[in-house]
T-cell receptor, first 113, second 115 residues
C-alpha cells in the first residue's frame, strides 16, 4: 500500500534555531517527492520538488534531501523565523497511470520568540 | 499573474443543504484538482478535471460532484450536507493533466462549516 509517514507530528523550537523534519514513504513506482508549507487556514505552497536522481534541493533557508534507496526524505530549516510557523507536508507522486499524489499528514512546526 | 482564486472563502450551511464552491485556475492552466482537508488530516483527493472531463476521482460518496467549464474554471458541489463535511476545500491548478507529474498551485481554500 502506498503510504507517506511524517515525523514528528509537531515540533516547537526557538526562533533562530535549526530543525529537521522527516518523511518516510512506501510508494512504488516512484516519480517525485514534494515538500509543501501550509499556513493555518491557507492552501499549501510548494517548497521543493525532487525526482529520483536528485538528492538535495534548496529553497532559501529550506533544504530538502532525498534518499531513494531507503525511501526517506528530510526538510531542514536553517535559522528559523517566526514566519516559519506552519504545517510542512511531504507528498510523493506515484508513477502510475494517474500519477496520483500520496499526501503525508504533515508536521506542525511552531517557532517561539 | 493572478493565482488560483476560490470563492467563497467562508460559508456556513446547515445539514441537508447543498453547497457549490468555485475555483478559477491560473490563466493557461487546464487541469483543476479538488481536495478536502479536515483538522489533523492530510489532504484527501476529491477529483481532477482536465479539458472539461473528470480524469480521476477519489474515494468520496456520490454527494460530491464537480465539473469544469470551457474556460477551465471549475465548480464542486456537495449535496445533502452532513456535519462531517465541515472542512477546508482546496483547489489546485496545473498546466497539464496528472497532478503528480505537474507543479500544483493551490488556492486559499473555501472553509465550509456545517451546523
Amino acid at each position: 500500500k502506498n503510504q507517506v509517514e511524517q515525523s514528528p507530528q509537531s515540533l516547537i523550537i526557538l526562533e533562530g534555531k535549526n530543525c529537521t523534519l522527516q518523511c518516510n514513504y512506501t510508494v512504488s513506482p516512484f516519480s517525485n517527492l514534494r515538500w509543501y508549507k501550509q499556513d493555518t487556514g491557507r492552501g499549501p505552497v510548494s517548497l521543493t520538488i525532487m525526482t529520483f536522481s536528485e538528492n538535495t534541493k534548496s529553497n532559501g533557508r529550506y533544504t530538502a534531501t532525498l534518499d531513494a534507496d531507503t525511501k526517506q526524505s528530510s526538510l531542514h530549516i536553517t535559522a528559523s523565523q517566526l514566519s516559519d510557523s506552519a504545517s510542512y507536508i511531504c507528498v510523493v507522486s506515484a508513477k502510475d497511470s494517474n500519477y496520483q499524489l500520496i499526501w503525508g499528514a504533515g508536521t506542525k512546526l511552531i517557532i517561539k520568540p | 499573474k493572478a493565482g488560483v482564486t476560490q470563492t467563497p472563502r467562508y460559508l456556513i450551511k446547515t445539514r441537508g443543504q447543498q453547497v457549490t464552491l468555485s475555483c478559477s485556475p491560473i490563466s493557461g492552466h487546464r487541469s483543476v484538482s479538488w481536495y478536502q482537508q479536515t483538522p489533523g488530516q492530510g489532504l484527501q483527493f476529491l477529483f481532477e478535471y482536465f479539458s472539461e472531463t473528470q480524469r480521476n476521482k477519489g474515494n468520496f460518496p456520490g454527494r460530491f460532484s464537480g465539473r469544469q467549464f470551457s474556460n477551465s474554471r471549475s465548480e464542486m458541489n456537495v449535496s445533502t450536507l452532513e456535519l462531517g463535511d465541515s472542512a477546508l476545500y482546496l483547489c489546485a491548478s496545473s498546466l497539464d493533466a496528472g497532478a503528480g507529474a505537474n507543479v500544483l498551485t493551490f488556492g486559499a481554500g473555501s472553509r465550509l462549516t456545517v451546523l
